[in-house]
């Protein structure tokens, strides 16, 4: 009784030290969950229906060219014709695979959207409303979340630099602060992974790469680059999956990131003000009714004050 007893207090102030790390740990499970609970419809309502819609419209297709060309040359090229323009080919039959449906979820919840797949069944499109309103909200409250534990680091890392360069004017020591960041960030979320795309994607150049990063890092998401888009992509399922991971992370990324940015912007030239705190030692009851005990309080003092010994955090 003792151990579990033992066990409880020690998970309650377990959860107490680390409840935010902790909300940040679910949520992030609860959204993947969710990812993979969103593909897995999606393929079920419409890979199962896609066959069936391709092959009706090839039929109609077929009867309307019969009908007005009886010659079988004129046929089989205006049939070749309007398949290529209803994208009816056997690449398009197998566009609705699970991993393509995660990468769709993920782009409708980031408000990527890049179109190169989109629910064509009147209860495919209920459920792509109602599903990415829910995960829009997840997803917005999870990325603020995470925006304000790195934007704590990089605050922290802020105040080290002004501490180390205390004698240099704001404006240099805001712009080396600013250009670590977004060289570990760029380096780390921009130009490795366009590299990765590069090697991967076989018909593209570094630059269209980065500019693919860039679009949809940003939620612009045009839809002319998509990654993975081919259906005889090598690994392409496990492909997919890597690319909706990074999508996921790199637009997470990039809230802190504009944070940041416009801090510089609006307080370039601003020196960064730490609030000083007095260490004062007396002898103070910790509770009301218990005898007085040696401690330390830090309590917050004017930036005036010349009398306490000022530390700063």
């Known amino acids: 009784m003792a151990f579990f007893h033992y066990v409880i207090l020690t998970g309650k102030t377990f959860y107490t030290k680390n409840k935010v790390g902790l909300s940040l740990f679910f949520l992030t499970i609860v959204l993947i969950c969710y990812i993979a609970f969103g593909a897995f419809v999606f393929q079920g309502i419409e890979g199962r229906t896609q066959g069936i819609e391709n092959s009706k419209k090839i039929l109609n297709i077929k009867d309307s060219i019969l009908k007005k060309y009886p010659q079988s040359v004129e046929v089989i090229d ?3 014709k309007k398949l290529k323009e209803e994208n009816l ?5 197998q566009k609705w695979t699970y991993g393509n449906c995660v990468l769709l979820a993920v782009t409708l919840i980031t408000s990527i959207g890049y179109g190169h797949l989109a629910p ?5 499109k209920a459920f792509c409303i109602i599903y990415s309103g ?3 909200l997840i997803t917005l409250k999870l990325m603020n979340m995470y925006t304000e534990r790195l934007t704590s680091l990089s ?3 802020k105040s080290n630099v002004f501490q180390a360069f205390r004698c240099r004017k704001p404006f240099f020591v805001r712009l080396f602060h600013f250009s670590i960041v977004m060289i570990i960030v760029l380096g780390t979320f921009v130009f490795l992974p366009a ?9 593209w150049t570094y630059f269209e790469s980065t500019y693919c990063i860039y679009i949809s890092l940003t939620t612009i998401g045009l839809g002319d680059f998509v990654p993975g888009l081919e259906a005889d992509h090598p690994n392409g399922e ?6 909706a991971a990074y999508l996921m992370i790199g637009v997470t990324i990039t809230m802190p990131m504009m944070t940041i940015a416009t801090d510089f912007w609006q307080n370039y030239n601003k020196e960064y003000s730490i609030l ?5 030692t007396e002898d103070i009851p910790i509770k009301s009714d218990s005898k007085p005990s040696y401690g330390a309080v830090l309590i917050h003092v004017s930036e005036t004050t010349d009398d306490k010994k000022n530390l700063i955090p």
């Open 78 to 80: 205006e049939m070749i």
């Open 238 to 243: 496990f492909y997919r999956f890597g690319v």
């Open 276 to 280: 000083p705190v007095a260490v004062i």
């Open 134 to 136: 829910i995960g829009f």
């Open 195 to 203: 590299f990765i795309f590069y090697t991967l994607e076989n018909s």
């Open 89 to 93: 080919f056997v690449a398009d039959a």
């Open 155 to 157: 605050e922290g890392f």
């Open 120 to 124: 064509k069944t009147t209860f495919g």
